[in-house]
T-cell receptor, first 115, second 110 residues
Framework: KAGVTQTPRYLIKTRGQQVTLSCSPISGHRSVSWYQQTPGQGLQFLFEYFSETQRNKGNFPGRFSGRQFSNSRSEMNVSTLELGDSALYLC??????????????FGDGTRLSIL | TQLLEQSPQFLSIQEGENLTVYCNSSSVFSSLQWYRQEPGEGPVLLVTVVTGGEVKKLKRLTFQFGDARKDSSLHITAAQTGDTGLYLCAGADYGQNFVFGPGTRLSVLP
């Protein structure tokens, strides 16, 4: 069974640009959550999507947005990139919504570097 | 905003030793999860604890959820080099807000 797939694995952008990251969940999983991981702040929850609807949102500015497609694949977009957006962006999928009690399966992340 | 603290931040031990890492908060959580993350990879779920006072064992790993549902511990018996990694605890409150601790970085030396 294929795991969670995130593309691309590495990305280099400059300040002010925008970026789109992609996540393909495990087959049959309908919930996708996104996280930002940095050495200083650790793992921080961005948002969760279930059945193409955002179900939960963390404390990030509006420059961070996402969407989910009918096949449960999800994309995350960051506009007007800042140096502080350099991080590992992780996607996790689970069978149902309600991330607190659902086993989450993480991808290996997209490493985003802002120059 | 709930905060999860983990201690110690770093731990380096010899293979065969026992260790305990801690996850603490002033908030009550409906459930708590432990993950292990290795370099270049995403976190892998080890266990979910739901009931206050609950103890779960996974081979050499023992997880405990505090009676008040505010803290948890992970005990590893006879550590092996394969246990090396970043151990993260993550808690969910009753409003489905989910927060991760900063992690304990464990190095098990041969």
């Amino acid at each position: 069974k294929a795991g969670v797939t995130q593309t691309p694995r590495y990305l280099i952008k400059t300040r002010g640009q925008q970026v789109t990251l992609s996540c393909s969940p495990i087959s049959g999983h309908r919930s996708v959550s996104w996280y930002q991981q940095t050495p200083g702040q650790g793992l921080q929850f961005l948002f969760e999507y279930f059945s193409e609807t955002q179900r939960n949102k963390g404390n990030f500015p509006g420059r961070f947005s996402g969407r989910q497609f009918s096949n449960s694949r999800s994309e995350m977009n960051v506009s007007t990139l800042e140096l502080g957006d350099s991080a590992l962006y992780l996607c996790a999928s689970s069978l149902g919504t309600g991330i607190s009690n659902q086993p989450q399966h993480f991808g290996d992340g997209t490493r985003l570097s802002i120059l | 905003t709930q905060l999860l603290e983990q201690s110690p931040q770093f731990l380096s031990i010899q293979e065969g030793e026992n260790l305990t890492v801690y996850c603490n908060s002033s908030s009550v959580f409906s459930s708590l999860q432990w993950y292990r993350q290795e370099p270049g990879e995403g976190p892998v779920l080890l266990v979910t604890v739901v009931t206050g006072g609950e103890v779960k064992k996974l081979k050499r790993l023992t997880f405990q959820f505090g009676d008040a549902r505010k803290d948890s511990s992970l005990h590893i018996t006879a550590a092996q080099t394969g246990d090396t990694g970043l151990y993260l605890c993550a808690g969910a409150d009753y409003g489905q807000n989910f927060v991760f601790g900063p992690g304990t970085r464990l190095s098990v030396l041969p």
